[in-house]
């Protein structure tokens, strides 16, 4: 199991639609999308296979209010990073994996000088939430995502200072 694997099966869990060419074509090419602009992606190992994902993407701090549209998408005034595609399988959550993995994206953005991260989570991702919330991140606002779903997601906010 990779990358792709995990995403694939917890869109198939909640019946979203899966875009190869379009919404996941950054999961068929973890370099170019993520690691050649600078930013980061994880998995998480468990008994030789990849059971959870996430990415940091970086970039320069989004000023004005506390909702922007930059660049034709919705941003969070005051973030200078995002944390992107944290995804956990079915059979290994409930383990710290997920929180391992925000763990560590918090941390790498610390350590690069980044003060707050956007998180846009799905608002079926309740479990996902109340980790977010337990680490300190708070919803400012909501949205419709830009994937072939249309998915209502949450919009948080998580202070990295400190991680």
């Not at 992107?84 to 994996?97: H, K, M, N, S």
């Not at 991140?137 to 990295?160: F, H, Q």
């Amino acid at each position: 199991m990779g990358a792709i694997d995990v995403v694939r099966a917890v869109f198939d869990e909640y019946g979203f639609t899966w875009e190869e060419d379009g919404y996941h074509a950054d999961l068929y090419d973890v370099p170019k999308h993520y690691l050649d602009q600078g930013d980061l992606f994880y998995v998480a190992v468990q008994a030789g296979s990849v059971v959870g994902t996430v990415a940091i993407e970086f970039f320069e701090t989004i000023r004005g209010d506390e909702v922007e549209i930059v660049e034709g998408m919705t941003r969070l005034s005051t973030t200078d990073c995002a944390l992107l595609r944290l995804y956990v399988v079915p059979a290994a959550r409930g383990q710290g994996v997920g929180q391992t993995l925000l763990e560590t994206a918090r941390h790498a953005g610390a350590q690069r000088g980044r003060k707050r991260m956007e998180i846009w989570s799905d608002k079926r991702f309740s479990d996902a939430h109340r980790l977010y919330q337990r680490l300190g991140a708070r919803i400012v606002t909501d949205r419709v995502c830009n994937d072939p779903d249309e998915s209502p997601e949450w919009g948080l906010v998580l202070d990295l200072e400190g991680a």
